[in-house]
């Protein structure tokens, strides 16, 4: 049997862990096809980055090893921290070397992302020489162009180098690929990566306004600024920036107005062990309806079906965190327990208030939505910004266990459940749209976010006036009649406006086929072979699959030997873009253990 692996990044990565390891004890013989022009492997996580851009996931959370078969481990079975450790990697002030010197990395460490793109190049040629004689790989070290249907019902993978071969099965694993932009403005970056063309493209005398507050624009900032030469010094528990002169002047702003929160220090994640008390498979599946009746399931709106039951998911985490912390395990069960009673009988409202009391108000909508209502003037706005990121600093600080930094870690605990829901077109129409454009951005605020590190160097960076937020929610944009943009704050009584020179999208636009700059993809999709999910008549971008991952194709029919997964899939399915790994990102590798039980019968 041969299969074809199109794209080596860490989702392609985790389906050869899987046909390794599995023909070890059962599966083969087998011909592996890996199409990849890069180092197969690292995908985005490029071993060239400088070292601080920091993983946003605590190194010893990280392992493309899943999971201990049967039989002793093999050379590949290490994770992130057990691979970095061993191979001597020590912290030398901000960066990561090899060698006796310098602090020790520890599991909790937010370590460079070049030391992950190095850990997949390395767990790549563990898993070819792990692999037994019955199971050959073949790197193809170039683009995959089309794939047509070929004799006797293969698949046949044309190349951009002019060669081709068949296989009987094709994984299609892609990554994060980007999508054409109309006509470019001088002044306008549409792509945040690479952020290190920053150094020499922008003068130092800039004004830059920097779309989003999340992660990608986290990593424009800190180019700008660190980059450019800036450090930061201690000053008691707060960082000071000491400035470079190097650096242009930011300004940031966002659609929902507000900044991300950051990780706890030393967070445990702990998703398998988590019981909801409200948001719970039986509740879901009361909404759904259609399991075990034999009647499809209903499309829901989440908002106000799904929403008001994670968000008191949140509340009894927070009150039953606090009571743990305060009182111990016994009280903390009592308080879970009654809390989830009073939900039942209708006096959950009355409970709260008295628990309010005594452990402090939580409100849910508050931390999800942020703050209600428009803000006087920009420098009432600032100051909002800056209050949220420094008590958010001093919860992260406390680490996993602090009740509010418990509360959020909810949604990551009924990750799995809202893919239930949200995927395969769970949501109605309108949902889909208020959660792809909405819900699922607050959903990564909570958290997606960075390292405390981040929040209190944005701190320093406020303070030392090179960064600022006057603008508000989703100001208007407007080019100006030379060169740059002009910004107009939208939501304050006391209107700002500014020009800038240079305008940054910090955010990454998920991956389409319609518009897509891969070859591959457009000619997939020119061809029928590829659709756009839709609704209706309405297309809604991602591409249209079955459950069992196979393209739906431009007449209705499944394409039963091509398999698509990883970003691409983001919006038909959820929560896509991350390196697979134990507890709370396994389901790729349950993914690709059920699509190769399929493949091998």
């Known amino acids: 049997m041969e299969i074809a692996i199109i794209g080596l990044g860490s989702w392609g990565l985790s389906f050869l862990e899987r046909i390794i390891t599995g023909s070890r004890s059962q599966w083969g013989p087998l011909r592996v096809h890996v199409v990849e022009p890069g180092t197969p492997g690292s995908g985005v996580y490029a071993v060239d980055q400088p070292d601080y851009l920091v993983l946003n996931t605590p190194c010893g959370q990280v392992s493309l090893y899943p999971w201990q078969d049967v039989g002793p481990p093999p050379a590949y079975a290490l994770g992130l921290y057990e691979w970095v450790t061993a191979t001597g990697y020590h912290w ?59 004799p006797a019902g293969r698949e046949r993978i044309l190349l951009a180098n002019g060669e081709q071969f068949e296989a009987d099965h094709v994984i299609l694993t892609s990554g994060h690929t980007d999508n054409v932009e109309p006509p470019a403005n001088p002044s306008l970056v549409a792509r945040p990566y690479p952020v290190g063309r920053y150094v020499t493209t922008i003068p130092r005398d800039a004004t830059v306004a920097v779309e989003g507050m999340g992660l990608a624009a986290t990593d424009v900032v800190t180019a700008l600024t660190v980059g450019r030469g800036g450090s930061f010094t201690e000053s008691g528990d707060r960082l000071r920036y000491v400035r470079s002169e190097d650096e242009p002047t930011l300004r940031l702003f966002s659609r929902s107005g507000f900044p991300y929160c950051a990780k706890a220090v030393a967070t445990v994640d702990e998703s398998d062990d988590y019981e909801a008390v409200v948001c719970t498979k039986q509740a879901i599946r009361a909404i759904q309806g259609g399991t075990g009746t034999g009647r499809p399931r209903r499309q829901i709106d989440f908002r106000s079906a799904i929403l008001p039951l994670i968000l ?160 508000g929610p989703l100001p208007v944009i407007n080019p100006a009649a030379t060169r740059g943009f002009t910004l107009c704050s939208r939501r304050f009584e006391q209107p700002h406006s500014e020009h800038v020179d240079w305008l940054i999208r910090g955010h990454l636009e998920d991956p389409t086929i319609c518009r897509s700059t891969s070859g591959l993809l457009r000619r997939l999709w020119q061809d029928g072979r590829l659709q756009p999910l839709s609704y209706g008549e309405t297309e809604v971008g991602s591409v249209a699959l079955n459950e069992a991952f196979h393209p739906v194709d431009a007449w209705g029919q499944p394409a039963y030997r091509i398999w698509v997964f990883g970003s691409l899939t983001e919006g038909v399915r959820y929560f896509t873009h991350y390196v697979p790994s134990p507890k709370s990102r396994l389901r790729a590798f349950l993914d690709a253990q059920r699509c190769l039980e399929q493949i091998m019968g």
């Open 92 to 150: 030398v002030g901000d960066a990561c070397r090899i060698g006796p010197e310098g602090r020790k990395i520890g599991p909790d460490d937010y370590i460079p992302r070049r030391l992950m793109g190095e850990y997949l190049q390395w767990f790549y040629a563990m898993l070819v020489a792990s692999a037994p004689p019955k199971v050959e790989i073949v790197h193809h070290r170039t683009e995959a162009v089309n794939i047509v249907t070929g």
């Open 312 to 471: 008191t998911e949140m509340q009894i985490r927070y009150y039953s965190q606090s009571a743990l912390l305060a009182s111990g395990r016994t009280t903390s069960d009592e308080v879970r327990k009654r809390l989830g009673r009073a939900w039942s009988d209708g006096s959950y409202g009355t409970v709260v208030r008295e628990l309010s009391t005594k452990y402090g108000e939580f409100d849910p909508s508050w931390h999800f939505f942020g703050p209600h209502g428009d803000c006087v003037s920009s420098k009432d706005y600032e100051s909002l910004i800056y209050s949220i990121v420094e008590a958010d600093l001093r919860e992260a600080l406390r680490g996993g266990s602090a009740p509010v930094k418990s509360a959020y870690e909810v949604w990551r605990h009924v990750r799995d459940l809202m893919r239930t829901v949200v995927e395969f077109k769970g949501l109605t129409f309108e949902s889909y749209v208020d959660f792809r454009d909405n819900i699922k951005t607050r959903v990564n605020r909570l958290v997606a976010g960075p390292p405390p590190l981040r929040s209190q160097q944005l701190l320093a960076l406020i303070e030392a006036e090179v960064v600022s937020v006057p603008l």
